[in-house]
């Protein structure tokens, strides 16, 4: 006989499997429904020549090719880095959010994340693919990253550019141009 719930727990401890449902529909099927995780970020350990993926739950998965372009997440030193495990650092955690929010709302074509450096405890470096580079608060990151935004479009309604921008102040966000 096979035992659901077993093949349900084996499922889910596959690295790239983020929802597993196993149910039995009579008189002769099994029905297997599963959620593929999708990779959010990259994530560079120093201790490894190579970067691992990352989901929005951070879950590390295998790096697979033709994802270079997802945002890279460095200034960590992951306890165990192999897939399947769970990034517990509240460092990675912020550095996620941050490339969620950025990527998932109406910034997504403002905030386009190259990286973000994590090692900081009070703050994240971010770099964007147009050259752009901020240190983001990790209080408020969301309300940050809208400032982010704004600030960008109206320096370039101005006709001019950021090279990086201070947003760990609540307002008055220094600016410096490249």
Do not use: C, W
């Not at 709302?105 to 900081?120: F, I, M, Y």
């Not at 703050?123 to 935004?149: D, I, K, M, P």
């Amino acid at each position: 006989a096979i035992r659901l719930p077993e093949v349900q727990a084996r499922l889910l401890g596959v690295p790239l499997v983020r929802t597993a449902q196993v149910s039995r529909e009579l008189p002769d099927r099994l029905r297997v429904e599963v959620t593929e995780r999708v990779p959010l970020a990259r994530i560079g350990d120093p201790r490894v020549d190579f970067a691992l993926l990352v989901d929005r739950d951070g879950r590390l998965m295998a790096s697979g090719p033709g994802l270079r372009h997802l945002p890279l997440i460095t200034g960590l030193t992951l306890d165990r880095p192999e897939p399947g495990r769970d990034l517990e650092d509240p460092r990675a955690r912020d550095a996620l959010r941050l490339i969620e929010h950025a990527g998932t709302t109406h910034l997504k074509e403002r905030l386009p994340v190259r990286s973000v450096d994590a090692q900081h405890p009070a703050y994240l470096l971010v770099e964007l693919a147009t050259g752009e580079r901020a240190r983001v608060a990790r209080s408020n990151l969301e309300l940050r990253l809208v400032h982010f935004a704004a600030t960008l479009q109206a320096e370039e309604e101005r006709g001019r550019r950021i090279g990086f921008i201070d947003l760990t102040v609540d307002s008055n966000f220094p600016v410096v141009r490249p």
